[in-house]
């Protein structure tokens, strides 16, 4: 039995780990504090493929699920940028900046008791958009003060003669004089919005909108997201005005001027390249996306001056571009199919299991100058096989499941196997992903919402059971298989990818290819999680060396298209927002035509929303005092699954936020005896506390799938 070292253990941790970090955790050198970045950074394409698209003097869209490398890829361009004489780089997380940026209590007040004001929640909102682009160009001007003072004082001061205060001064001056103007006045909007025609003239010089259509929401493939403001029956009218306000604000802020100035002050530094990495950006809700684009990255990205180019991280299917031209942008995706899906599947697969084996042996080379060879059976590339398969190439993911295979078998002493990578798999699924339903039960949203969220839970149970179904088929192909034949992939006709969208953000799903089926359809394929396929006993894959396999993901059988027709006449509801009349989903199309105006009222609008029949009573009875925001649910899944107490940085890093969102989330949290802050060994730490667990855990059946018995 192979043994190792308690200094390769601990080495093999500390490379999973640096897998596992979120965002912005700096990759160092734990003696030196030096950054490794540039040790450690493996391209997911040839030549560092995704760092040189990143590095072009263009914006460009860095597009890929949680844990694709997207925050890594922004590390190593920064780290390449601080090189470059002409270049500086401010990273702004646009999510926590969001998140922070507060109402001014006096100003609401006094807004609101003027004449002709709107109403109070719009005004919040309105003021929130303010601050928020407010705290935008803070952070720009924090970050750029960073770099001047940290790695171009010197230059500085040798080249144009300028102290560091000559330099400051008048950046702190441009920025304050950016926001000197009165925005009090926003009692005349109404009259404003009323001149409409007028102000649509001036697009051109603003470029500004506040209505959203695009793809954002995951759940209704036919039904588009809209981002309008809708409040009550002046919905029609508080859009005009937000988009009145918008337009505004974006001539008071003057915010290619603003930039016009800072280019100014830059010149003499010989600085001619500002990149600005926003990261998070698909963390916005829908109108606050918008806005963020049209006021702020639209015009900036379309200003002929050349000092500004954005670095955008986001999430497939979650990206709104407004005026953004998209010819003129690099658009990179980082997941599976995107990155490796070519002219056959064979191909894809072993570009992705290359970049696989690339990344952990780099990792291990550096922390336990070894490769994977020391840790694993003999047949190591049958290793990296299905540590693809488990992880599907993802960074993040498979620092998980090397965490659990060093907990469950190195540290043991037993090397790892095909066998121990499918336990770990399966143990990743249980902890980490599937639990995402259980937590959702009590989002603090309305029913509707969370029985969205919970119809996508039924859709996913019958993909499995058919899965499973399909074990025990009878067919002229799976005759030729020995052994159980795999059936943890499908296809649907590729119209229906959007509906599957919020189970491949969260791992459920990952969309695996694109082909022909036998009907000549344009199909996508997709696997279900390897780690789900070994919880639930689905072999994982295709079989091989039979000329009948090439088309087996294609197989009529996986054609899961009837699966998904069947749910939405189920699950999907058409509903007026006026008169509360429920249509027929056989309607939609015709309601389409009539840009879903109610046929029974002829005022209200109708929306299509996805209710869950099988959890409605679930949901039901869950008594909303219990319902927490996301990210006070994230804190509780995490010290519940952690079995330990944690620091805010630990949490934040399972929950992709700032430690200091976390910090005040937990005093909130505290006061409502959700959890113990303390002290341990000189850092404060959370501990749930039993009636959390209690409350939000225990007797918590729907943290699993509600399957059939299994009879595989």
Known sequence: MPTWKPDDLKAFAEAAQSLKLYRRAELSD????????????????????????????????????????????????????????SSLSSYIDIKTVYESAEVDPALLQKISTANNALSENTIRRLLLYRAFIREVLTEIRTEIQKQID????????????????????????????????????????SALSEKKGNLEKEAAETKIG?????????????????????????????????????????????????MKQVADLLAPMGIRHLYIFIDDFSELPPDAMAVFVDTILAPL???SHELIKFK???????????????????????????????NDVNTMEEKAIEFTSRLINNRLKYYCNSTLKKFAESDVDTVYRHLFYATVGNPRNLGHVLHNLRDSHLAYGK?????????????????????????????????????????????????????????NHSSKVFALIEGRPPTSHFHVVSG?????????????????????DRDGRQVSVYALNYGLCNRYSIEFGRPEGQREFRLYFVERIFDYGPIIADYLKRNQEIKCSTCDAVHGIDRL??????????????????????????????????????????????????????????????????LDCSYQLVGKRGKIMEERGLVNRMMEEKRRKFQITDEAVRTYFDANESRRLNLPDDNG
């Open 30 to 85: 734990s003696d030196t504090n030096r950054p490794l970045i540039e040790k450690l950074y493996v391209d997911p394409l040839p030549e560092d493929g995704v760092l040189q698209t990143v590095l072009r003097q263009s914006t460009t869209i860095l597009i890929g699920r949680k844990g694709t490398g997207k925050s890594t890829v922004f590390q190593r361009a920064q780290h390449e940028i601080r090189k470059q004489k």
């Open 150 to 189: 940290s790695s171009l004082f010197e230059r500085l001061k040798g080249t144009v003669g300028k102290s560091r205060a000559e330099v400051f001064e008048p950046l702190d001056d441009i920025l304050q004089t950016a926001f000197a103007d009165d925005f009090t006045d926003v009692t005349g909007i």
């Open 210 to 258: 506040a209505s959203v259509e695009g793809s954002i929401g995951p759940i209704d493939a036919s039904a588009k997201a809209s981002a309008r403001a809708e409040i009550a029956d002046t919905a029609s009218r508080e859009s005009n005005q937000e988009q009145t306000y918008s337009r505004i604000l974006l001539r008071n802020l003057n915010i290619t001027g603003v």
């Open 301 to 303: 990205n379309n200003w």
């Open 312 to 342: 955008v991280a986001a999430y497939p299917n979650r990206v709104y571009y407004g005026q953004i031209d998209r010819t003129k942008i690099d658009e990179i995706y980082l997941d599976l199919f995107k990155l490796y899906g070519g």
């Open 415 to 471: 090397e790892i196997r095909v066998r121990a990578v499918r336990d770990a798999a399966a143990k990743y699924y249980e902890e980490k992903i599937e639990p995402y339903f259980g937590v959702q039960k009590f989002r603090h949203e309305s029913f509707a919402e969370r029985s969205s969220v919970f119809s996508l839970k039924e859709l996913l149970e019958a993909f499995v059971t058919k899965a499973r179904e399909l074990r």
């Open 496 to 516: 229906l990818e959007g509906i599957l969208s919020t189970l491949e953000l969260n791992f459920f799903l990952t969309k695996y290819f694109e082909m022909k």
């Open 589 to 654: 199309e015709s309601l389409r035509l009539f840009d879903m105006l109610c046929p029974s009222c002829k005022k209200g609008t109708c929306s299509v929303t996805n209710l869950s029949k099988k959890y409605e009573q679930v949901l039901q009875n869950i008594n909303d005092e219990l319902l927490l925001p996301p990210t006070e649910l994230g804190i509780l899944e995490a010290l519940y699954s952690e079995k330990r107490n944690l620091a805010a940085a630990e949490i934040a890093g399972e």
